[in-house]
């Protein structure tokens, strides 16, 4: 029967795996130290032991935790999925783990996990978006703490902001779809509050329209959750009017993907009776039918930076020792939108 009153130390797993007990602690806070294969044989003693390191006894000796805390607006979808999945498989590159938490856009909520985070002595914190709670950056200010600003990108930003520019994301749709001749437009934003994204991109598309001398009408103005089946809805209620516009410029791609579905429904058809767009370009985006003209927010490149960002001022122990990068966006023309025949003619 096994002694379960005896742990198993780091000396026990140096001795099974026949290396030496800083070879192990190398394993676990520097593994890009070490080669590949003697990371496979203390890992495989590590399994055979059931070896568990004392995170807490480190961190009491100063010793970093190997966490880091991420922090996004919502799990629901998959609108930051790839983001956080490249962050994380970068950042376990490096010997990091990730803690990740939602707050439902709520940004009481967002600072109440943030002080869970530190009192598990988090090496660093990932926020979404540059607009929080002061009590937030109080918070992260008096704890030194370092921290990085994920997805969006701002000059002058609070802590380095690794992300996309949401107003040129905004900018690039709106223009694209006034290049193809709309002038009777619809737009449908998810809802803003606690969200800078969508205000930014919202802001950004109805001040570009009203340059161009279009003003959206009231009713071709939507606010519709993420939510596919919402935005399908409020798409079939858009269409099933007498007055219908030519195009609808949608806020992110979830919102899009359901405008599809819900012109279907009105039995219209994309883009031949109207034009939608949408902003990400997340997976799936391409593969629908029609294939999705949008704004490609880099996802993949924005985590990867941002882990590099991050772990660099843990390392380092300078929690200001990386800047911000813009991480920029690119119009994806697709065959969601055409041309209207006016412009056709013109063009001729």
């Known amino acids: 029967m096994t002694d379960k009153s005896k742990k198993v130390d780091i000396f026990s797993v140096a001795k099974s795996a026949k290396v030496s007990a800083s ?29 568990i390191r004392n995170r807490a006894a480190q961190t009491i000796h100063g010793i970093r ?18 983001v956080v999945q490249a962050f994380s498989d970068s950042v376990a590159d490096k010997g990091f783990t990730i ?22 002595r988090v090496d660093g914190v990932v926020l979404t978006g540059l607009d929080h709670d002061d009590a937030v950056f109080q918070l992260i200010d008096q704890q030194s703490v370092p921290c990085v600003l994920m997805w969006n990108y701002a ?9 996309a520019d949401n107003e040129l994301a905004g900018q690039l749709i709106a223009e694209h ?25 919202r802001t950004v598309i109805l001040e570009t329209l009203s340059r161009a001398g279009v003003d959206v009408p009231t009713n071709w103005s939507l606010t519709t959750v993420y939510s596919i089946s919402a935005s399908k809805r409020d798409t079939e209620t858009l269409l099933s009017r007498p007055d219908v516009p030519t195009a609808l410029i949608c806020g992110n791609d979830i919102l899009a993907t359901g405008a599809l579905y819900g012109a279907k429904a009105a ?81 001729k």
Not at 31 to 51: C, M, Q, V, W
Not at 155 to 163: A, E, N, T, W
């Open 23 to 51: 070879t192990v602690s190398r394993f676990f806070n520097h593994p890009e130290l070490l080669k590949p294969t003697t990371r496979r044989r203390i890992d495989s003693a590590i399994r055979r032991t059931g070896y």
């Open 65 to 82: 935790s190997g966490t880091i805390g991420v922090l996004i607006p919502t799990l629901d979808h998959a609108i930051f999925a790839e």
């Open 99 to 120: 803690l990740l938490a939602s707050h439902g856009y709520d940004q009481q909520k967002e600072y109440e996990i943030l002080r869970k985070f530190l009192e598990h």
């Open 155 to 163: 000059v002058g930003s609070r802590y380095p902001s690794i992300g």
């Open 177 to 201: 779809v006034l290049s193809l001749g709309h002038r009777r437009i619809a737009c449908m934003f998810p809802p803003t509050e606690g969200n800078d994204r969508a205000q930014a991109r």
């Open 267 to 347: 039995q219209f058809s994309v883009p031949e009776d109207i034009s939608i767009v949408g902003i990400g370009d997340f997976k799936g985006s391409a593969d629908i039918e029609p294939p999705l003209t949008t704004v490609r927010l880099p996802a993949k490149r924005i985590g990867q930076e941002a882990a590099t960002a991050l772990v660099s001022a843990i390392v380092d122990e300078d929690p200001q020792v990386q800047r911000s990068l813009h991480c920029a966006p690119t119009l994806i023309n697709r065959k969601s939108a055409r041309m209207i025949e006016s412009a056709l003619h013109t063009a």
